[in-house]
Each structure stands twice: as structure tokens, then as C-alpha cells.
């Protein structure tokens, strides 16, 4: 049985519309919640279980620490109105280390994943990133911003994505949606994160239409198929699979930049979700990792593999 997806179309606009949104902004109060019972669903046939039922764990985490926060401020008149005028996103993240519930965030995700199963170079990581001090934390976080994790301190960036994540799906959760306009390619519109992978959807009057999901917010946003959603170019778009896999899940490969990103095809596997569903489908990457392609977009839970 399918379960009600986290990030849905404005509510109002089902069955009054022929193309599809611009974008969809991300229900937080649900969105990791249903994403953590992917992750447990995914768990059951994959030879990757453990690390996803510790991702599973993770992700419920993050559902756990919103309860009792207040609703976000959105930013004010003055920010949405520059960023629109230089076609910005409209959360500035550099905003990260004035805002008080960023630190709140932290202390509860550190604590509630204390609680998880995980393997001791996570629970070492864990204990780092508790222990530092709150401008490591932002210089983290600042790492974070920039879609790369160093090799060598993986596991307690990922902790700190997972709170950014909390944060800035809640930010996003209270924007007016329809005064969202593009800002480039492979960028999202909302806190400019890159995609960690686009997703094909059944919903009803966006059926067969293509989304980008934000690797940091959530948001998914309108991009036509057959382009990649990296440079933009229409020429030398190829897709490849891995065999049985039911053509639920690609990759999109670019012949003019030479990267690549995941596709999902929700309207396929109606439970898929682009974070779970990327992690769970590791062995594309080690498909492609064969090829001439390197993989775009940011996917910080498989930047270990």
C-alpha cells in the first residue's frame, strides 16, 4: 500500500491545472517521518539493511526533534525582495549562526542520535561533533553549504546536514510557494542547495512530470526531461540501469558536462523517495562509478562509499 507522500502539490490546485507546478515546498511535519518507514521498507530486501535501518533511525530522529518548536519566520520583505531582484534564492544561509533554533536543532539531533544503534566510527564522530564547540559547528555547517564532506570527518558532517536539514525544511515549509521563480540550473530555488536526485511523478495533473528534490531543504522543483539538471544541456542526454531493477530508477548522463544524476520514477514505485531511494540504490553508483561519468548533484549519505 502506498503511503501519503510528504511533499505533495498545493492542495488547492489539484485537479484546476493541466501543467505542473513550479515547485513543492516540503511538509516537515511529515516528510521525515514517512521517509524514515521508506528507509525500514527498503531495509527489508537490500544487502545494504544495517546502514539503512540506522538511516532509518537517523531520519525518525529528525521527525522527533521538531515537537514543541515554534513555526519559523520567514525571511523579511527586504531579503525576498533582493533575492528576487537577482534571482537569489530566497533563504540566505548565511543567516545560519544568528538564528538561536539552529543550535537547538543540533543539541536535539546529537542527543536523539546518541540513543541509535550505529557502528563505533559513528558513535566516535557523534561524540566529536557533541563535543564541539558551537563555532565548529557553523564551520561544519559552512562545509555543508558548500556540497562537499571531507574525507576524513564524513560521518559528523552527515550529523550536521541532518540537522540542516530539519531547519531549513521548516524555513522553506512557510514561504509563499508561488513566489518562487528559477535561479539556475541545478540550483534550488528556494536555499540554493544542489539536487541529490530528480524523481519523475504520478501526481494527478503533473503525471509523467519531473522534479528535482533539494539535498538540503527538501524542495522539489519543476525541470523538464530529457536535460540535465546539472548544466541545462538538452544534447547528449543518455540513461542507463542496472539490470532487473524494473526501470524505477536510472541514470541520467550528460554528454556536455560528463556527469550524472539519479532519476526515480515515483509514478513507477509510488513509495519512492529521493533520499531513500538513493541511498538504498548504491549499487548504480558502483555501475556507473565503472564509466566515464562522475556523479553531480550532492548526496551526502553515500559520500562514503
Not at 563505533?120 to 555543508?144: D, F, G, I, K, Y
Not at 550529523?159 to 525544511?169: D, G, K, N, P, Y
Not at 514561504?175 to 536526485?197: F, I
Request: charged share 15%.
Amino acid at each position: 500500500m502506498s503511503r501519503k507522500s510528504a511533499i505533495v502539490p498545493d492542495p488547492t490546485a489539484i485537479g484546476n491545472i493541466s501543467s505542473p507546478p513550479f515547485a513543492c515546498l516540503p511538509g516537515p511535519s511529515l516528510l521525515f517521518s514517512v521517509r524514515a518507514a521508506r528507509l525500514r521498507q527498503l531495509a527489508e530486501t537490500s544487502n545494504l539493511a544495517p546502514y539503512l535501518r540506522f538511516l532509518a533511525d537517523l531520519t525518525q530522529a529528525q521527525h522527533d526533534i521538531q515537537a514543541g518548536l515554534p513555526l519559523p519566520n520567514g525571511p523579511d520583505a527586504n531579503t525576498l525582495a533582493r533575492a528576487r531582484e537577482f534571482a537569489m534564492p530566497q533563504l540566505d544561509r548565511s543567516q545560519v549562526a544568528a538564528d538561536g533554533t539552529v543550535r537547538t536543532l543540533f543539541d536535539r539531533l546529537f542527543a536523539a542520535a546518541s540513543a541509535i544503534e550505529k557502528p563505533v566510527a559513528a558513535a566516535q564522530a557523534l561524540a566529536r561533533v557533541t563535543s564541539a564547540e558551537p563555532l565548529e559547528r557553523l564551520a561544519m555547517a559552512e562545509t555543508v553549504f558548500s556540497n562537499t564532506l571531507p574525507g576524513d570527518a564524513i560521518a559528523e558532517h552527515v550529523f550536521v546536514w541532518a540537522a540542516l536539514q530539519v531547519h531549513f525544511a521548516r524555513l522553506a515549509s512557510v514561504l509563499d510557494v508561488a513566489a518562487l521563480a528559477p535561479v539556475a540550473d541545478g540550483v534550488c530555488p528556494v536555499c540554493g542547495g544542489m539536487p541529490v536526485s530528480s524523481m519523475v511523478v504520478g501526481w494527478p495533473g503533473s503525471h509523467g512530470a519531473r522534479f528535482c528534490s533539494c539535498s538540503l531543504c527538501g524542495t522539489l522543483w519543476h525541470y523538464v526531461r530529457v536535460k540535465c539538471v546539472l548544466c541545462g544541456s538538452t544534447k547528449g542526454i543518455g540513461y542507463q540501469e542496472v539490470d532487473g531493477q524494473g526501470g524505477a530508477i536510472k541514470a541520467e548522463t550528460c554528454d556536455e558536462c560528463h556527469h550524472w544524476s539519479k532519476i526515480l520514477y515515483q509514478n513507477k514505485e509510488p513509495d519512492a523517495d529521493p533520499v531513500a531511494d538513493d541511498v538504498a540504490s548504491l549499487s548504480l553508483d558502483l555501475l556507473m562509478r565503472e564509466g566515464p561519468y562522475h556523479r553531480g548533484g550532492f548526496s551526502p549519505l553515500l559520500a562514503g562509499f
